[in-house]
Structure formats: C-alpha cells, structure tokens
C-alpha cells in the first residue's frame, strides 16, 4: 500500500503527487549545541529516589496491589526468588494481586546482559497492569535492581516512569545491596 492510500489521496494517471521539498540547512550560528548526556546518579541516590517514589504511591488512599515479577537464567530457578518477594510484599503490608510474571533469559540474553526491561513480554506486562484504569495493581515487588535492569541509565528511566504514574516498585534487596 502507498502512503498516497494512506493519506487518503489518491495519485494515479494524470495526477502528480506534490513535489519532494527538503529543509535548507541551518546556518552554522542557529545549530544547537551538543550536549553532553546527564550524568547517572550513584547507587544510594537511585535507591532514595525509589524509596520517595515508594513511599508517594503508599500515600494514596486504600491498600497497594502489586504484582510479582523475577527475571531468571536458562536454568535458574524461581520459585525462591517469588517466595522471598511475597514474604516481602506482606511485610510490608502490599496486597499481592494475580499470578506472579516472570521472564526468562535464554542463552543469547544471558550473554548480552538482557538489559532493556521494555524488550521482556514479563515485564511489560506489568507495566501495563499499572497504567490500566480497570486493574488494581499500582506497583511492582522484585528481589533485586537487576531483575528490572543492571543498567544504570535504563534503571532510572523506569524509576521516572513509576514516579510519573505515582506507582511504587520494591526490591527485597535495595540498589546499594549485594
């Protein structure tokens, strides 16, 4: 299908589609200046902005529903990590919704690191969970950082993206531990 069909235009036979225009250039003095990427905040600085964004969504009226998440090896084990991650989310008074949704790295992501969390069916599907009006869950209970993503620069996407939905994420095992 042509883009003409989708833009709802028609070109055939005797009619010409507008001609291709092209940006002039930018005169060397208007170009924006490259800029350098933010820098990462360290370890104890992510783990208090999960924290504060922790305690804002328990601020919300009623109790706090949460899904279970764990991201395992080819041939790793869960049922450990989700049995630790329930006793957690119950201790910290978390109402544990659903099935837990656990995602697991073949051989390929093993070696790569499986570092983008948005690339795991798990995982979105968790964030899903939180962004949709009809479902309960406002939060996401792991063991550990590294579960989400050993990426320091993708950790702190999805804590901002948490914090924009007033939704929290709890690990077992907080940033700064081992």
């Known amino acids: 299908m042509n883009t003409a069909t989708l833009s709802g235009r028609t070109y055939g036979p005797g009619v010409a589609p507008p ?49 279970l998440y764990a991201l395992i090896g080819p041939e790793g084990k869960v049922n450990a990590d989700l049995a630790a991650a329930r006793g957690f989310a119950e201790a910290q008074h978390l109402v544990v919704v659903g099935p837990p949704l656990v995602d697991i790295l073949d051989s390929v992501d093993a070696r790569t690191g499986g570092e983008d969390p948005l690339l795991r069916r798990g995982y979105a599907r968790a964030r899903q969970m939180v962004t949709d009006p009809a479902c309960a869950v406002r939060g996401v209970v792991a063991v550990s950082r590294t579960a989400i993503t050993p990426a320091d620069r993708l950790y702190q996407d999805q804590l901002t993206w948490y914090a924009d939905r007033r939704a929290g994420l709890w690990l077992l095992r907080g940033e700064t531990q081992i």
């Open 19 to 67: 001609p291709h225009r092209e940006l002039p250039p930018r005169a060397p003095g208007r170009r924006p200046e490259p800029t350098e990427p933010l820098p990462v905040p360290d370890l104890r600085t992510l783990e208090a902005l999960r924290s504060e964004i922790n305690r804002a969504a328990l601020a919300l009226p009623g109790p706090l529903h949460v899904v």
